[in-house]
């Protein structure tokens, strides 16, 4: 465990009240939407272990996962539980990490965040504090004795909901090459989506795509067996 990650992260955290809301929960004061999943929480910390053996942290991408038109069966079938809320930030996540993960008691975790912070919609785009954020659930994690999956941030060549980020795919790839790196360095187990997902210009494949940046039914089934691979020694 490398506790330099979690302290770096730290500092921020009184920050993050002042940045602006953008995902669902906000307008309740409930900045990071920790109180989303509560009642999940209790009825899921009681299920046997191996019916909630990792939990998915994550934004749109993991909570869309977790539905039946996608990819839903996926889910219960391998003792998933989906922690995915749409349009968060890294930095929302760390918030909520401790309620919608720690205190599940899973075995590990898979964390699949990054694509909101480099469509900046928690304001302008700050790869340091991604990588803090990201690390400091990663170490948290760690910490509480779970193996850590992270997932390489999916392939967006287009933001369509803020056109002002032009060229999101140099941000992802500089991103996923840090994960790659940390994961690395520390042990944790990298999970690489992009050869089932992306097309030569390194976007979505159309045919597994909602839109540019959503996966559809089609790519959840090609991510499901990338997932499995990487996390059978759970």
Request: proline residues 7%; aromatic residues 8%.
């Amino acid at each position: 465990m490398n506790r330099r990650h979690l302290l770096a992260a730290l500092p921020t955290l009184p920050l993050l009240a002042a940045m602006p809301a953008s995902a669902e929960g906000a307008g309740d004061g409930d900045w990071a939407n920790r109180g989303r999943y509560a009642p999940t929480n209790v009825k899921d910390k009681a299920l046997p272990a191996d019916k909630r053996r990792v939990v998915f942290m994550g934004d749109s991408i993991t909570e869309n996962w977790a539905r039946p038109e996608h990819d839903g069966a996926f889910f219960p079938a391998n003792g998933f539980i989906g922690r995915g809320i749409s349009g968060q930030t890294t930095s929302q996540m760390l918030l909520r990490f401790t309620p919608d993960v720690l205190k599940l008691q899973s075995r590990a975790v898979h964390i699949l965040a990054g694509t909101n912070d480099v469509a900046e919609n928690g304001g302008p785009y700050d790869p340091s504090l991604t990588h803090d954020n990201l690390a400091a659930m990663a170490t948290l994690a760690n910490a509480a004795g779970m193996k850590v999956f992270i997932g390489s941030v999916p392939p967006a060549r287009d933001i369509y909901w803020r056109k002002s980020v032009a060229d999101p795919t140099a941000r992802i790839l500089a991103l996923n090459t840090w994960i790659k790196g940390f994961c690395r360095d520390q042990g944790y187990t990298y999970i690489d989506y992009w050869p089932a997902l992306a097309d030569a210009a390194n976007g979505l494949k159309a045919e597994l795509g909602l839109d540019p940046v959503h996966p559809n039914r089609a790519g959840y089934l090609a991510m499901g067996p990338v997932a499995l691979k990487a996390m059978s020694i759970v």
